[in-house]
């Protein structure tokens, strides 16, 4: 009998879904900024250490009490809570979990906006729009605006459409395109002048930079929001993996994917700075730093494809479809958090729910879009540094301090029989209760010294 909440139809279907929420705006943009601003190999070294000691077994909560549940965030942590003082600290991890992701998204479809607007200009360009070319890539309200708009529509008609209509439809269609993509882009780039000097800066390991004690806040900070721990995508996505499936076994393949993912985005957008600094682009900022934030992929790279003539325009379209389908593939993923809640707790209608609270949010990213400078870099602080770490430190205690031990190697046993005896089981739990919640707290309190 086919499950009334929906069940992803394949193994394949949950990778790309799960992969599809892990990789995003994260890897592409974050992942190599940030080595590239913090020693390069050693950072991607620090980053490979965190994802799979203490990221991956997080991860593997998640998932673990989603599947078990089977049931959105807040009712599943209730559901495994063993008192009245658990339950309620159920209730508040779950329903911080759904206001930090909500309020991530409407961060990240502002950013998203942009990179759809990015994506129409070459086309407005072959068209002779020159006005209308020149509006999208220029930073205004109005065009802000428009865009969190129609992304937040694409995200809700997605989400509407349900688990595997929606969610797995899309994710195994663009999935496989982004890959492609991002391996074409590669091989272009490679060839061009420039490239092997920004591989140099990329592969090339920087130990000295290991000692900073900022490099392991910012690959903790970077591997959980990579892997869209702590505010329940993937505790959401674990309730509609089938009970046959081998949780151990595809929680390690969503990891390795983004990870994979973003190792290889380094190796486009770096040696991409590099061509541009070869073609007279400015790539330093003031300070001598790297340029990082939104500056890089607004400007640098744009300034980089202008450079390159005929061709491109048809890199820059392809480098923007890119994004937005890494976006988009991540932004269903957050709104599908709180619409599960909606549904399944207030018996509404999944297109209903999906209308109202993707409308809230787009209303949300309108406030940040006309108050950009006074709010944007506080909204992406309060919800990635501060709030997502600490909601994964709880996720931790909760499977590793609350819920019943015998419960969750049942769980895993469904469909890996020989779970018990295996590897996975020998370190997890212990990693889980100890490890995983010290290591976090401790990376999380150096932000504050
Ligand atoms: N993992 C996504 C990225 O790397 C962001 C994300 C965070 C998605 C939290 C869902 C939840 O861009």
Not at 174 to 182: C, D, F, K
Not at 289 to 317: E, H, K, N, R, T
Not at 385 to 400: K, N, R, T, Y
Not at 416 to 430: K, N, Q, T
Request: glycine fraction near 10%; hydrophobic fraction near 60%; proline fraction near 4%.
């Amino acid at each position: 009998m086919a499950s009334p909440r929906g069940e992803f139809s394949s193994r394949f279907g949950f990778l790309m879904a799960a992969a599809g929420s892990a990789v995003g705006l994260g890897n592409i943009w974050g992942f190599p900024t940030n080595a590239a601003e913090n020693g390069g190999a050693a950072f991607l070294f620090a980053y490979l250490l965190l994802a799979f000691a203490l990221a991956y077994p997080a991860l593997m909560a998640e998932l673990i009490i989603g599947r078990h549940a089977r049931a959105n965030g807040v009712t599943a942590l209730q559901l495994i809570a063993t008192g009245a003082k658990s339950r309620a600290f159920g209730t508040m991890v779950g329903v911080l979990g759904i206001i930090t992701v909500s309020f991530i998204l409407s961060f990240y479809a502002i950013v998203s906006g942009w990179m759809l607007a990015f994506l129409i200009q070459p086309f407005a360009v072959w068209l002779g729009l020159d006005g209308f070319a020149n509006w999208l890539v220029s930073d205004g309200v109005t065009r802000n605006a428009l865009f969190v708009v129609v992304f937040m529509l694409l995200t809700i008609l997605i989400i509407s459409a349900g688990v595997k209509e929606g969610i797995e439809k899309w994710a195994t269609r663009l999935m496989p395109s982004l890959v492609l993509i991002l391996l074409c882009l590669i091989f272009y780039v490679m060839t061009l002048p420039g490239a092997t000097e920004g591989l140099r800066a990329y592969l090339v390991p920087n130990f000295a930079a290991l000692a900073q004690p900022n490099l392991l806040v910012s690959a903790m900070g970077q591997a959980f929001f990579s892997l869209s721990l702590g505010v329940g995508t993937m505790l959401v996505y674990g309730s509609y993996i089938s009970k046959s499936e081998n949780l151990p076994l595809i929680g390690s393949l969503v990891a390795l994917l983004d990870v994979g993912i973003a190792v290889l985005a380094g190796l486009l957008i770096l040696p991409a700075m590099y061509v541009a600094l070869a073609s007279g682009v400015e790539i330093y900022s003031d300070s001598g730093a790297l340029i990082a934030g939104p500056g890089l992929i607004i400007s640098v790279l744009p300034a980089l494809f202008d450079s390159m003539g005929i061709i491109g325009g048809v890199v820059a379209a392809a480098f923007f479809a890119l994004m937005v389908i890494a976006s988009l593939t991540s932004s269903i993923s957050m709104l599908e958090v709180p619409v599960s809640f909606v549904v399944e707790k207030k018996a509404v209608r999944r297109p209903a729910a999906a209308v109202f609270i993707g409308g809230v949010i787009a209303i949300i990213s309108l406030v940040i879009v006309a108050n950009f400078d006074v709010l944007f870099d506080s909204v992406v602080t309060l919800t990635t540094e501060m709030s997502q770490p600490l909601l994964g430190l709880f996720f931790c205690i909760f499977a590793g301090w609350i819920w019943n031990r015998s419960t969750i190697l049942d769980e895993i046993r469904q469909g890996s029989p020989e779970a018990g005896s295996g590897f996975f089981w020998r370190i997890w739990p212990f990693y889980i209760r100890f490890i995983c919640p010290i290591a976090i707290l401790l990376v999380y309190l150096q932000q504050f010294t």
